[in-house]
């Protein structure tokens, strides 16, 4: 099966980096994904990247992926409350998305 | 385009009843996914159909859970009795994806079934 790993918590404070990391299993994944969860909401896309590619930079979201160990990460900078929510990450394989737990993202004053 | 929108956002039921969701995929998207989520296994892919046939059912729970999609722009998940561990968010989603391409799934705001 595919796995993908994250963190479960991540406190940073505001106007802080945060950067949220992601392990997955499945070396064949064309793209590699970043969804955001707030509560009692759906999941959003935010980002993804293309597995070929070792970085995405999209405004204050800048995705770093290193395939030879699996590992993508995810760094918010200048990070607001407004940030404040769990994040997932993805990886794609056939027509399927296999999801990470989530990483909840609480920013502090 | 209003997204994918779910009904109903919240449902109360007791254990044994009948449960329906519903899902209206946004227009022009020809995948549609049934996600569940819970605290302990996070989110689980049911059922993803392709112009509205089942393509992969795997992840159906069992016998009490069936799913349709009568046309492209409905879907509906029944889970038939009931029970407490049923207890969880459902997600519908739908994409244009064809499973060779960039999968972006765009996401309801979900059910949250509470089954007593």
């Known amino acids: 099966g595919e796995d993908v790993e994250q963190s479960l918590f991540l406190s940073v404070r505001e106007g802080d980096s945060s950067v949220i990391n992601c392990t997955y299993t499945?070396?064949?994944?064309?793209?590699l994904y970043w969804y955001k969860q707030e509560p009692g909401a759906g999941l959003q896309l935010l980002t993804y990247i293309f597995s070929n590619m070792d970085m995405k930079q999209d405004q204050r979201l800048t995705v770093l992926l290193n395939k030879k160990d699996k590992h993508l990460s995810l760094r918010i900078a200048d990070t607001q409350t407004g940030d404040s929510a769990i994040y997932f990450c993805a990886e794609s394989y056939d027509y399927k998305l296999s999801f990470g737990a989530g990483t909840t993202v609480t920013v502090r004053a | 385009d209003a997204g994918v929108i779910q009904s109903p956002r919240h449902e109360v039921t007791e254990m044994g009843q009948e449960v329906t969701l519903r899902c209206k995929p946004i227009?022009?998207?020809?995948?549609l996914f049934w996600y569940r989520q819970t605290m302990m296994r996070g989110l689980e892919l049911l059922i993803y159909f392709n112009n509205n046939v089942p393509i992969d059912d795997s992840g159906m729970p069992e016998d009490r859970f069936s799913a349709k999609m009568p046309n492209a722009s409905f879907s509906t998940l029944k889970i038939q009795p009931s029970e407490p561990r049923d207890s969880a968010v459902y997600f519908c989603a739908s994409s244009s994806g064809t499973g060779a391409t960039n999968e972006k799934l765009f996401f309801g705001s979900g059910t949250q079934l509470s089954v007593l």
């Open positions: 227009s022009g998207h020809n995948s």
């Open positions: 499945d070396s064949s994944s064309t793209y």
